[in-house]
């Protein structure tokens, strides 16, 4: 399997886990459907799981450089977005989703993942080089 086949399946399996999550915040705050009118508080709700997802899928996959790190950023959240896309069309909430704030924390929270892991790891690892010299 080639490396970026390798990514976008594991994006997938980032997308399920954040849509999980997305559904669990959605039946704690009282809704068991796409509501518009809780949507945005939703979103945002759900970006903070959704950062953690996408990290320790970054720390899973042993991201070690910038490009690496973008392509994983991009790809899981082109796949976040059609993802999201799909369900708020099949609950006719499409305007509603990309009128929401909330739905841009979300996207970026999964986009910069990679990337934060990427520099938490590279300081760590600089750190962890300057104490053996």
Do not use: C
């Not at 899981?76 to 708020?88: G, P, Q």
């Amino acid at each position: 399997m080639k490396k970026w086949e390798r990514d976008v399946l594991v994006g997938w399996i980032v997308v399920l886990l954040i849509l999980v999550a997305h559904y669990v915040i959605t039946i704690s705050l009282g809704n068991s459907y796409f509501a518009e009118a809780t949507l945005n508080r939703m979103l945002w709700f759900s970006s903070f799981p959704a950062f953690l997802i996408a990290f320790g899928a970054a720390f899973f996959l042993k991201t070690g450089t910038l490009t690496l790190a973008v392509r994983r950023g991009v790809i899981w959240t082109a796949e976040l977005l059609v993802a999201f896309a799909v369900v708020a069309w099949l609950f006719r909430s499409f305007n509603a989703l990309f009128e929401s704030p909330g739905a841009y924390w979300l996207f970026g929270a999964v986009l910069l993942a990679p990337l934060v892991y990427l520099f938490e790891f590279r300081r760590q690892h600089h750190n962890r080089k300057a104490r053996t010299h």
